[in-house]
């Protein structure tokens, strides 16, 4: 079953008089419980392609459907309804608010949903348990350390029970030991019957995916199964400071 269905989609920006092809006719589908990786250099239109995907931007022209909903001419209301309620962030800075904890940073998509407070409270403390961090809830980001802060960011993904999560360079800012730990993490989300796209330039991050899309010049350059997948094999996350 497919979750993302883009059909010819192409993205041109205006830079003064010229025009910058970011995307030239790209055709991509994800299925439901799927972990695929989207791979290229700085420049070949990853970025863009990642703001498509997570309806923070529109094409110029094409199809986009996510879940069965033409979200290429949507406004920016409907668009951000998708992307609090259909999918799930985690970018490579954290994005956390410095001055909440753990547990209110974790709530607040469900804030924005207009979830109930005891609710909310309820879901945000299991989303932190199930990442590990039910003894760091009430630490504030300045407290936490790399990983710590990427593991609050990956239970705010999943708090909203997304369709999908969208990982851009989620272990860039992380030591290669504790990166490794959160794509340990990642692949037990997958396991778990999620839909995760990895945005990535490292090689070495996308083989945990089981399938890579590679794009340069704003083209699809390969699209293929990955032979071997690199499954983790760390027994469980750190405790406490270990990340």
């Known amino acids: 079953m497919n979750i993302i269905n883009i059909e010819h989609i192409s993205k041109v920006y205006k830079v003064g008089t010229e025009e910058v092809h970011a995307l030239r006719d790209i055709s991509i589908k994800i ?50 309804k998708i992307r609090n309620k259909e999918i799930g962030f985690v970018f490579q800075t954290f994005n956390l608010l410095a001055r909440s904890d753990a547990i209110h940073n974790v709530e607040l998509p469900l804030i924005y949903a207009g979830v109930p407070k005891a609710e909310r409270r309820e879901r945000a ?51 290669s030991k504790t990166g490794e730990e959160i794509m340990y993490l990642f ?37 293929a199964k990955v032979l071997k997948r690199y499954i983790p094999k760390l027994e469980k996350i750190s405790e406490g400071e270990g990340i």
Do not use: W
Not at 210 to 219: N, Q, S, T
């Open 31 to 80: 299925n439901k419980n799927e972990y695929a990786a989207i791979m290229g250099p700085s420049g070949s239109g990853k970025s863009t392609l990642m703001n498509m995907l997570g309806c923070l931007d529109t094409p110029s022209t094409g199809v986009y459907d996510f879940s069965g909903k033409s979200v290429s001419q949507m406004n920016d209301n409907e668009l951000a």
């Open 125 to 175: 403390q299991q989303a932190l348990i199930d990442v590990g961090l039910q003894d760091r809830m009430h630490h504030k980001p300045n407290e936490l350390s790399g990983g710590q802060r990427q593991r609050v960011a990956v239970a705010r993904a999943l708090v909203t029970r997304p369709s999908i999560i969208l990982a851009d360079e989620p272990t860039g800012n992380l030591d």
């Open 187 to 223: 692949n037990q989300i997958y396991e778990k019957g999620n839909t995760i796209i990895l945005v990535t330039h490292e090689e070495y991050i996308a083989e945990h995916a089981e399938r890579i899309v590679r794009i340069k010049d704003g083209l699809i350059e390969s699209d």
